[in-house]
């Protein structure tokens, strides 16, 4: 069985003051919550102690180098992070990311022990254009290296147009791509993201073939990410 992961994405939002909001989590059962706070947040996550997996952003394809203001992965293993993501839209939109350039940050996650969560999803054009499935299915092919397995990777299906729009795809929508992943990917998790909710979590969850959630806005407080493991582990 795959496993049950609610992963919380805060993006470039974060202080110190934030972590209360991690100590306040509710404890996930069955499922693994993780967090992927800004790298400056990292290692005092760790350090709280709670059974929270903390997890990187983004991860350069080199170990280390003349990369300034990057960050590589064995720095994040460094600094306590279990995964990182990678392949995340704002990425391949703000830093021209391509999926063979998340191809390689994934090998990267992965000799420095990490697991990657690996982030798919067509734009509101593809989507208009009936290409939906073609696009996640050469993402798949070009995003995910040979080496990945169930153990090192996670798949996060996140539609762009989704993605911190309060537009959500319909059940039907959802089902479709990820029945599609599922056949690629028979044992690993598959997360859905864009615009999950307390309100919707548990509709979403119900969903054959998702595993759990990547979220962002809606995991920045205790009040509103602690319904969603909820949701999460009682689907
Ligand atoms: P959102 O972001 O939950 O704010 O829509 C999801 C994501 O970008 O991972």
């Not at 790298?39 to 760790?46: F, G």
């Not at 350039?101 to 734009?123: F, H, N, R, W």
């Not at 537009?167 to 990917?185: G, S, Y």
Request: hydrophobic share 45%.
């Amino acid at each position: 069985m795959p496993r049950k992961i609610a992963a919380g994405n805060w993006k470039m939002n974060g202080l110190a003051a934030s972590l209360a909001e991690v100590s306040q989590l509710p404890k996930g059962g069955d499922v693994t919550v993780l967090i992927c706070p800004p790298a400056t947040l990292l290692a005092p996550m760790a350090a709280l102690g709670r059974d929270v997996a903390a997890g990187g952003q983004d991860c350069h394809v080199a170990a280390s180098g003349a990369h300034t203001g990057d960050i590589s992965a064995p720095m994040l293993a460094d600094a306590g992070a279990t995964y990182v993501i990678v392949g995340h839209s704002e990425r391949r939109t703000d830093h021209g990311e391509t999926s063979e350039t998340v191809a390689q940050k994934a090998q990267s996650a992965y000799a420095a022990g990490l697991i990657a969560v690996i982030c798919l999803g067509e734009t509101l054009d593809q989507r208009e254009a009936g290409e939906t499935l073609a696009v996640i299915a050469e993402q798949l092919k070009a995003s995910i290296p040979a080496e990945a397995t169930a153990q090192n990777t996670v798949i996060a299906y996140e539609p762009v147009w989704a993605i911190g729009t309060g537009k959500v795809p319909t059940i039907e929508q959802i089902a479709e791509v990820h029945d599609a992943l599922r056949a690629a990917l028979p044992d690993t998790s598959l997360l859905y993201g864009g615009s999950v909710k307390a309100s919707n979590a548990a509709e979403i969850f119900s969903v054959a073939n998702v595993d759990g959630a990547l979220v962002g806005g809606a995991s920045l407080t205790a009040a509103d990410f602690g319904p969603i493991i909820t949701a999460l582990s009682d689907s």
